[in-house]
């Protein structure tokens, strides 16, 4: 169970990938704006006051982006200690804002949207925070953004909340960032089998690849099957993967065929998410909108492609 963990590769110089701007335009516009009826689209990850754009343009960006349902991810107390990077991590380093104003927004437009918690992970009150919001309808933890220990008590202080309340955890795993230490994660896993947990961010998606450096943020190279990421996926059945953002777009544009055959083998693992700051929801300055593109190109069947984009978030967070 444990034979993914491996030495790690030697350092190579750090690589930034700017997917955002890539030439590959997405041919999918909403058919919110044409007024058409279009399949159903759950996208699990946004944020409110993302980059500072208001809630207004929020709800505009998705209703472009064809998402019938988005869950909205909020950031953790402001709190100038090490897990923040004494505070430049607040508000999810994006200027995201917190769980009052995500569940305010929810539950002014229920049909839109849902809403999570978040908070501070090592934060003397974080179990405390969470069961309030998990009380009034959260639907999940997260996006865990902080540096702590991914198998660490502070996570299975949040393990345990939502256990008791059986709602999924999202991380963000970056390394020497966020959530340290994915070779490690399996831990938590095996620790809370009744949790599900939904693995996001450059470190996740970069160990698709067994030969995969921790330092590179956005790989280009070809990628060898069997990397952390994947045989998580496979031996666990309580991890799930978040495909959005530049990270999730990357792990299926750097190798096409790869792409391919990972989205078959995890067909049931895999979740849409937009993470996407832009306030036009659509073409080519859109990452969402070029990740839909992207899944429903590279998906091999219909049914792969109706699962990564709304059935298995359905089931997941049972909307």
């Known amino acids: 169970m444990h034979s993914f963990l491996m030495k790690e590769s030697a350092p190579l110089p750090r690589r930034q990938f700017l997917v955002a701007g890539t030439t590959t335009v997405a041919t999918a516009q909403s058919n919110f704006a044409k007024g058409e009826t279009a399949a159903p689209i759950i996208d699990i990850h946004q944020h409110t006051g993302y980059l500072f754009r208001s809630n207004k343009q929020l709800r505009k960006h998705q209703q472009r982006l064809g998402a019938t349902k988005t869950i909205l991810l909020p950031a953790g107390s402001v709190a100038n200690r090490a897990s923040t990077h004494n505070g430049s991590s607040n508000g999810l380093a994006a200027h995201a804002l ?16 849902c809403f999570g918690v978040n908070e501070v992970p090592d934060d003397p009150n974080v179990q405390k925070t969470l069961e309030k919001y998990l009380k009034a309808g959260a639907v999940v933890i997260g996006e865990q953004k902080f540096k702590v220990q991914c198998d660490s008590p502070h996570i299975w202080k949040i393990a345990e909340v939502a256990k008791e309340y059986d709602v999924p955890v999202l991380m963000h795993f970056e390394h020497n960032r966020y959530n340290l230490g994915i070779e490690n994660f399996y831990k938590t896993l095996e620790k809370f089998p009744e949790v599900n947990f939904i693995g996001h961010a450059q470190t996740w998606w970069g160990n698709i ?111």
Not at 98 to 113: I, V
Not at 312 to 317: E, I, M, Y
Request: aromatic share 8%.
């Open 209 to 319: 690849d067994l030969c995969h450096t921790q330092e590179v943020m956005y790989p280009r190279s070809k990628v060898v099957a069997g990397g952390i990421t994947d045989q998580l996926l496979r031996n666990y059945p309580n991890i799930y993967g978040d495909l959005s953002a530049g990270s999730g777009l990357n792990s299926m544009r750097r190798d096409e065929g790869h792409a391919q055959e990972f989205l078959e083998r995890h067909q049931d693992k895999l979740l849409y998410g937009s993470d996407c700051w832009d306030s036009a929801g659509q073409s080519r300055g859109c990452l969402g909108t070029t990740s839909q593109d992207t899944i429903r190109r590279l998906s091999k069947t219909q049914q792969i492609e109706r699962k990564l984009l709304h059935d298995n978030a359905k089931k997941l967070f049972k909307l």
């Open 98 to 113: 917190g769980n009052e104003t995500s569940m305010q927004l929810a539950k002014a437009f229920p049909n839109e949207f």
